[in-house]
């Protein structure tokens, strides 16, 4: 599994980036967004239960991570084509402000080494990685756990100072001196 440190994989995905007819898809890759941070997390797939909840927030929360210089991409195996259906059949998904990309050869997420050995769908993965393409952050919970999407926002905070952060740290709050 790559992990901190790490370079982030090379990618070329195609991606779901709107609903409207013309302008649904667009391929993104590891190269798209140059000089941003990115949150990269991955979801088991399209049309169940957990995920709605999470990538709904992801979208909520998205302006905070923006404010942050962070561009957000989620991603599941499932095709653009069953994104977009996604998106158009379920009421929160449908004004997702950033791209999903479509995994569906499971190049990435194997490549990443996320992907459930029996189910043979990604975990719920989330990637922080830095404006240089460096994996900071790197947090896997198994299928039937859903993500805390606050707690993503504040460890990318914590990264962007630079500098030692307590336990319970919070943006705003004072960073460690080292002794």
Known sequence: MHTVGDPFPEFSLQATVSTEPGREFEEITNRSYPGKWKVIFFWPMDFTFVCPTEIAEFGKKNAEFAKRDAQVLGGSTDTHYVHLAWRNDHPDLKDLPFPMLADTKRELSST???????????LRATYIVDPEGVIRFVSVNDLSVGRNVDE??????????????ACGW???????DAA
């Open 152 to 165: 993503v926002l504040r460890v990318l905070e914590a990264l962007q100072t630079g500098e030692l952060t």
């Open 112 to 122: 990443l080494g996320i992907i459930h050995d029996t189910e043979g769908v990604c």
């Open 170 to 176: 919070n943006p705003g709050e004072p960073t460690l």
